[in-house]
């Protein structure tokens, strides 16, 4: 766990990242890394929050596995709700599935990708609506940014103050295309992952959305977290590439 900017910390794991957000009185969990995490997870907010100390909520950018996979066990011991937008929630509630990934794209994540599930956790009646336009349960100076395309309910947050970017996996901040990349983790401001993203189309408007933001920090589920990456963003935004075999 380390703290990146005032009222935010990451909590790295192998695949994905989590945040810590907010302060000892009012505090989210910002997604929750795939099954398994919950220790860990604990374990660094009561580091950075106190003994004992419990979050509001926690808040998922998307449904997927690597995000949400930890997140029942952890509203359980909590006592907390999870929350997701409503586009999500058929996929969290086991009502529907996400679509299969696209094994037949490019880049070196899809050839990992066959050993991941589609599927991802149920979280039954723990998971309610992150409603896009109201005020974000325990986070009053962030905002929701919707950003469909990785999936179809995937969400941002953004803290204009300081211009702090929680982008999901709407961008991340390593080429998961790239063995060498990912191994080394080099930073890197990149498309969504390419074979669990359904629609590419939607994805570009969505990077072109976060550029508009200008972002001084951009925290990805992906990635270590960079700053000063606005400009690097812009460039992906204005000549974003699709997949070679999707059309977009
Ligand atoms: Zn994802
Ligand atoms: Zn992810």
């Given at each position: ?134 005020a974000i349960p325990g986070l009053p100076d962030w905002e929701t940014i919707e950003t469909a395309g990785h999936t179809p309910g995937h969400v941002a947050f953004f803290r204009r ?88």
């Amino acid at each position: 766990m380390r703290e990146i900017a005032p009222g935010v910390a990451v909590i790295p794991t192998l695949i994905a990242n989590a945040y810590l957000v907010g302060d000892r009185a009012s505090w989210v969990l910002v997604d929750a890394c795939t099954p398994g995490n919950e220790s860990r997870i604990r374990r660094a907010a009561e580091r950075r929050f106190g003994r004992g100390s419990r979050p509001r909520a926690i808040l998922l950018t998307h449904g997927h596995f690597d995000h949400a996979g930890s997140a029942g066990p952890l509203a359980d011991v909590w006592g907390v709700p999870i929350y997701a937008h409503p586009l999500e929630l058929p996929y969290l509630t086991g009502r529907s599935n996400y679509p299969p990934f696209d094994l037949k794209s490019p880049g070196f994540f899809t050839r990992i990708a066959k050993f991941f599930p589609t599927g991802t956790v149920d979280l039954g009646t723990r998971a309610g609506a992150l409603e896009p336009k109201r005020a974000i349960p325990g986070l009053p100076d962030w905002e929701t940014i919707e950003t469909a395309g990785h999936t179809p309910g995937h969400v941002a947050f953004f803290r204009r103050g300081d211009a702090f970017l929680l982008a999901g996996d709407a961008v991340t901040t390593m080429n998961l295309d790239s063995f060498w990349d990912t191994v080394a983790r080099r930073k890197q401001v990149c498309r969504p992952p390419v074979p669990a993203t359904s629609n590419w189309g939607n994805a570009r408007r969505s990077v072109e959305r976060l550029a508009s933001l200008r972002p001084l920090w951009i925290a990805s589920g992906h990635g270590v977290p960079m700053r000063d990456a606005a400009d690097e963003l812009s460039r992906l935004a204005d000549n974003f590439h699709c997949p070679e075999n999707v059309q977009c």
